[in-house]
């Protein structure tokens, strides 16, 4: 993600303080961690998810989700995606 940004990622070590955890909505990251352990993955790349599939797992787990809360969904999923894409491509890089 940080390479089609342009951009380097800063160490952790130099981040001045990380942000408190959104304790407030802590249920939806609960839900993503559910949520994406059920994605099919139908090849080689990393699992990207779309609106059929937050669709489907909240009608599997009787969830009234609100507009907000799949989007959330669907883009921490993706961002998971893309970073998975970035350490697998890092590390193809290393083993040439």
Known sequence: MFAQLGMK????????????????VSYVWDWFHEFSGGLKATGMAPVMAGWDDIQHW???????????EKRLLVRLANLRA???????????????
Not at 10 to 17: E, H, Q, S, V
Request: proline share 12%; net charge neutral.
């Open 9 to 24: 990622p800063k160490p952790i070590a130099a981040l001045d303080r990380l942000p408190e955890f959104p304790w407030a």
């Open 82 to 96: 893309s970073v998975q894409a970035e350490t697998e491509s890092a590390k193809a890089k290393d083993r040439k």
């Open 58 to 68: 909240s009608q599997a787990m009787r969830l009234d989700l609100d507009p907000w």
